[in-house]
C-alpha cells in the first residue's frame, strides 16, 4: 500500500513480500523521518498540503500552469559557482532531501521530466515531500502502448494530471515525407529525436526556472558517470532567457538501479509493465528494446549506434569534448587548439573560410542579407544554441536570408576580436543587403524567436 499523503505517521513499509521480490539493501532515502532534519510537527504539516492534482485542468503547453498553482515564492537566480558549492553541499543528501529542497526553491516555476519508466520514484519522492509539484512528459507520438498506459495509472495513482508536450504537427510530416519513418536506422537517431523530443522540451522548458530529471550516475557509461545532483542547464534556456536562466536537478543521481527498485518495491509504487518484459531503459518504440542478463540498461536503447554515447540530446550537456573526440577517432585531450567535432552541422548553414568572412565583410552591397555565429566547436554556450541555431536556418532556408558560421578560435580569434565584433562565443552578426558594417546581436536569448525577430527588424 502506498502511504497516503493525509498520513504522516503510517509505516513506510506497510505490507509484506514474496520470496521471489528483490532482497537488496534499502536505500537511506527510504527512513524518512531520520533523514529530514525537520520539526517533527512541520513535517507533518507538510503531508497535509492540498495536492496539486485536485483542480488542474489539461493544457498543451507547461506554461500556463505557473499562474494557477498556490506555492512557495520562487528565488531569484543565482550564479553557476553557487550551484557548484550547492551540488557539494547536498552530494550525501538523499533523494527526498533533495527534491524537498527543489520544490521549496522553485513553487510553481519547476517540473519533473516523466519518461513513464523507473523515473516514477520522483513522483513518489515528491509526493513525501508533502509540497506541490507538476509532471510533464514529451508525448513522441511513437511510444510503445504499455507507455501510454502507464501514463493512465499514475496520472490516477497520484490524482495527478500530467502535462504532456507534443512534437510540432509540420515538423514531424516534413520529417516523416521526406525521410519515412524509419530514417534514423540509416542515418541515426538526432535528427528524428530533435523534432519529436528536443524542440518540445525546449518549449517546454521556456516556461520553467527548474526542471527534475531522472538521471542516474550508472544508467549510462559515457555520458552520465560525472553528473551533479544539482546544476546550471547547459543546453537549455529557462523563461527569463540566456545562459544560467534554467537549473536542472537530478535528484538520484547517486542511486544505484537495484536501489531505485528497492525504493518503489517498498513503497508499493506502479512500474510500466515493460519492465516485466526485459525492458529497463525506455524510450520510443522503434529505438528501444528488452536487454539480455548481463547487458547495460541502456544498451536497449539505439542499439545499432555507438554503445558509449547514448543520448537523445535532452541531456546533451553530459557528453563532453573529450569523449566526444575519441568517439570521433580522437582520443587527445581536448582545448582551442585540438581538433574537435564541429558544431552547426546543417546543409541550410554554409561554412565560410577566413577569405569568404572577409569579402562578406569588405561588400557594401550585398545581393542577400545573410546571419554569421563566431563559435568556437568547443565552447559549452555554442553547444546550447546549436539546435535552435540549426532550426532557425531551416526556417530562414528559401526566404532570402542566408545562414553561415565562421570558426573564430585559435589562429583566427585576433582576426574576428578586431575585424568582426568578437567579445565571446558565441557572437551572431547580421550583414544586412545595403550596409556594409555587420550588426551585433545584442541578446543572450538566442531562442529562434528571438533571433527570428532581430532579423525581421533589420530587413
Known sequence: MALSASSPSSSFLRGSFTPHELKAPWIHSVRLLDQCSVPRDSYSRKFLAKPICAEQKRSDSVVPLAATLVAPEVEDRIETKDYEKLAKEMEQASPLEIMDKALEKYGNDIAIAFSGAEDVALIEYAKLTGRPFRVFSLDTGRLNPETYQFFDTIEKHYGIQIEYMFPDAVEVQALVRSKGLFSFYEDGHQECCRVRKVRPLRRALKGLRAW????????????????????????????????????????????????????????????????????????????????????????????????????????????????????????????????????????????????????????????????????APWCRFCQAMEESYVELAEKLAGSGVKVGKFRADGEQKAYAQQELQLGSFPTILFFPRNVASPIKYPSENRDVDSLMAFINALQ
Open 212 to 375: 527534475i530529471t531522472g538521471q542516474r550516475k550508472d544508467q549510462s557509461p559515457g555520458t552520465r558517470a560525472e553528473i551533479p545532483v544539482v546544476q546550471v542547464d547547459p543546453s537549455f534556456e529557462g523563461m527569463d532567457g540566456g545562459v544560467g536562466s534554467l537549473t536542472k536537478w537530478n535528484p538520484v543521481a547517486n542511486v544505484e538501479g537495484r536501489d531505485i527498485w528497492n525504493f518503489l518495491q517498498a513503497m508499493n509504487v506502479p512500474v510500466n509493465s515493460l519492465h516485466s518484459q526485459g525492458y529497463i531503459s525506455i524510450g520510443c518504440e522503434p529505438c528501444t528494446r528488452s536487454v539480455l542478463p548481463g547487458q547495460h540498461e541502456r544498451e536497449g536503447r539505439w542499439w545499432w549506434e555507438d554503445s558509449k554515447a547514448k543520448e537523445c540530446g535532452l541531456h546533451k550537456g553530459n557528453i563532453k569534448q573529450e569523449e566526444v573526440a575519441q568517439l570521433n577517432g580522437n582520443g587527445k585531450h581536448t582545448n582551442e587548439s585540438d581538433t574537435v567535432i564541429d558544431i552547426f552541422n546543417s546543409q541550410n548553414v554554409v561554412t565560410l573560410s577566413r577569405s569568404g568572412i572577409e569579402n562578406l565583410a569588405r561588400l557594401e552591397n550585398r545581393r542577400e542579407p545573410w546571419l554569421v555565429v563566431l563559435y
